[in-house]
């Protein structure tokens, strides 16, 4: 494992700033920082994991659409979930935005 890249570093790399100033504007989803920046997935993925662990963004957690199970009443009146209806998952969206850290980062470079 490397060390951390410092706020300077960070500042060096086109790419970082690119996503930095991306997710300034708005909480984006990894889908849509791939498609505005037009950037490779692998590339993509280490990059928002350099930024992830420096704290210069954040990500949140938030599902997609609430899981549905179906449910069957016994005769003495208790709700179970019907085993044979199998339960409908959903799926987990992480949204990335940008931190403290990542806002002073870009508030540096505007100065520069």
């Known amino acids: 494992m490397g ?4 706020d300077q570093e ?3 790399c086109k790419c970082c700033l690119r996503i930095l100033q991306a ?3 708005k909480p984006l989803l990894y889908s ?3 498609h505005l920046l037009n950037l490779k997935p692998a ?5 928002l994991k350099v930024l992830r662990e420096g704290m210069w963004i954040i990500t ?3 599902p997609n659409k609430p899981s549905v199970k179906f449910y069957v009443v016994r005769k003495d009146g208790i709700a179970i979930p019907n085993p044979d209806i199998p339960t409908i998952k959903c799926k987990i969206l992480v949204e990335y935005s940008l931190s403290k850290r990542g806002a002073s980062v ?3 470079h505007a100065k520069q």
Request: charged letters at 45%; hydrophobic letters at 35%; a positive charge.
């Open 60 to 62: 949140r957690v938030r």
């Open 10 to 12: 960070v500042l060096e």
């Open 106 to 108: 870009l508030r540096t």
């Open 43 to 47: 590339r993509l993925k280490c990059l």
């Open 23 to 25: 997710v300034q504007r």
């Open 32 to 34: 849509e920082i791939k």
């Open 3 to 6: 060390k951390k890249p410092t």
